[in-house]
């Protein structure tokens, strides 16, 4: 699991019109090859009347698929350059589909590159873009008499507390970036002389929006 990856928030959609086009960027994401191909194909059912529904999609953990399909425009004028937007943004399990109807005017190689460039930039800041940290769980036992401390220490730290047990002692469930175990361990038991019971619980990703 990576540490931290950059992708979608979710599914969006944008629209933007160039020479008379219509350029529809639809967004999502896609944690398998199989989920992209079916939201490309629930769009191409959607827009069946379109001139043409180009799409490109990047997933894995190391961007091993990677994908492309102009749909019948001239050859790397439409899925490249919406690939190309995704490595850019250095983008993780993310399709993007942009849907054309033709106005008319033709807008030649290069213009059709930049203008399914802008359309998936422009989808894709419309959607947003989340940084997804790999967290774990940590979980520190301590009597009463350092909740106070514990709790306005953490509060103004670098770590989030998830949650606060109430039982015969207290439990404090922190999320912990998956490399800062071990100095958030070593803190605590400074914090408490010792006096803590610090285990590690499951892994998870935090999610946090980009630009926000």
């Given at each position: 699991m990576l540490p931290r990856y950059y992708t979608v928030k979710g599914y969006g959609e944008n629209e933007i019109v160039i020479q008379k086009s219509r350029f529809i960027a639809y967004v999502t994401r896609a944690?398998?090859?199989a989920d992209a191909q079916e939201f490309i194909q629930e769009i191409k059912?959607?827009?069946?009347?379109?001139t043409h529904n180009c799409s490109a999609y990047m997933i894995g953990?190391?961007?091993q698929i990677q994908k492309?399909?102009?749909?019948?425009?001239?050859?790397?004028?439409a899925g490249v350059p919406i690939l190309e937007v995704l490595k850019k943004k250095h983008l993780k399990d993310t399709v993007?589909?942009?849907?054309?109807?033709?106005?008319?005017?033709?807008?030649?190689a290069g213009g059709l590159i930049r203008a399914y460039g802008k359309a998936t930039s422009e989808g894709i800041d419309f959607t947003g873009i989340v940084e997804r940290?790999?967290?774990?769980?940590?979980?520190t036992k301590i009597d009463y008499t350092w909740l106070g401390k514990l709790e306005n220490e953490l509060r103004s730290s670098v770590y989030s507390i998830k949650d606060i047990h109430y039982l015969d002692n207290v439990e404090i469930e922190t999320f912990v970036e998956e490399d800062q175990t071990e100095s958030f361990t070593n803190w605590m038991v400074e914090l408490t002389n010792g006096q803590s019971v610090i285990t590690e619980g499951d892994r998870l990703y935090l999610e946090e929006e980009v630009g926000k």
């Open positions: 944690e398998s090859e059912k959607k827009h069946w009347d379109a953990e190391h961007d492309a399909n102009d749909d019948g425009e001239p050859s790397g004028t993007v589909v942009i849907t054309r109807y033709f106005g008319g005017i033709k807008l030649g940290k790999l967290m774990r769980i940590m979980h």
